[in-house]
């Protein structure tokens, strides 16, 4: 898939793997979800080398950051839409 980023950023090699990682994913990761499915992967990207991928790609438009309880949580999916996080255990 290719992808531009309208601005100053580049789409560095670890944006894009985390970009990656999480399109296609509808359980709203953290940060440290996305880390650890890196990992499995075989992936040495560091956690924050994820943090700091995913407020980039939040603040390009290519991920939307799920705000609630608990840890920020991203969103692959950037059509508007509403989510509803239960008080109890902070699911999306």
Known sequence: MRITIMSK???????HEVLEAIQGRTDHPTAEDV????????????????????RVLAEEGFV???H??????FDPVRKPHYHLVCRRCNRV
């Open 9 to 15: 950023r580049e789409l560095t090699p670890k944006r």
């Open 35 to 54: 880390y650890h499915s890196l990992r499995e992967q075989g992936s040495r990207t560091s956690l924050a080398t994820v943090y700091r991928a995913l």
């Open 64 to 66: 939307r950051e799920v």
């Open 68 to 73: 609630g309880l608990g840890p920020d949580r």
